[in-house]
């Protein structure tokens, strides 16, 4: 029986390895001194460029939202990286599914190739003239415009849990960061085009994790919910968060009938009117022309 031998490398991991192993013409067989630091260069830009239509307080502003944005996601991703898919918060946005699409999309998010997006705050295609729309993706989806809406109604993530806001009461997009996820997701080098809409309200967001797990990893919204409920429990609440109460009615025999129900508690009760919130309705448009209210 051989004992193992300690060989010190140059990153001051221990490594072992069987003293049969080592001979003259073995490359660890002077310890660290031949091993050669090696360094990953990663040369794809994840840095999104700012239009020159964009004035300076609007620059300082989205250039605070986009930290957030990743920030966002990175507290996310984390979460799923600790405590897996058995977790009850994971399992309640995505049911039964695996984590690695959430890993993907929240990772793709913060580190994917930004060659080429462009945020903008020039009214593009007249959308923002109403004082109703934050953005407009018409152009092209990867060239998003933000109206003045964006900057007056979205909300920074230091008030986080804060002026009356819950997961399950609140819009997806009440924060700005949780806003540019939702644009992120729609520009084909970050979702792929496989992110999508696949359920709107917070309760068809649960309801998708029940039927059909496999798409509540893929949907927008349902990334935005988790990503908040998250970041609330960690960050802005840490410890409680501020979900809300809701109960969902389970739809166990088809869209025309409803099973038992399910509560999800949390600090406040559940206003139905999912689309509206402290800031009032706001909607942006698709590319496709679709109009979209959050």
Sequence with gaps: MFLAKRVTVYNRVPVFQSPRLTSAAHPLSDGSKQLVSRELKYDVPTIVTIHESCN?????????????????????????????????????????????PVLGANEQLISGNKTGILFRCDNIDGKCKGGTDTGVARMLLWRPSFAPLSYEGRKPLEQFCALGYTVTNSSPSYYFAADLMHRFYHIPTIGNGIIGHYAD?????????IDHPENATYNTHSLQYFAADVYARVIGNPGEGCTGNFTLHLNTMGSTSTGDSKTYSGETTHNDKTTSNSNGQHCHTHANGEVHCD
């Design 56 to 100: 300076a307080t609007e620059r300082r502003q989205l250039t605070k939202a986009l930290r957030e944005t990743y920030e966002l996601a990175t507290v996310a991703r984390d979460y799923v990286l600790k405590n897996g898919h058995d977790d009850k918060l994971f399992k309640t946005y995505f049911g039964t599914a695996q984590p690695y």
């Design 201 to 209: 309200s917070y309760e068809e967001c649960l309801q998708l994790a």
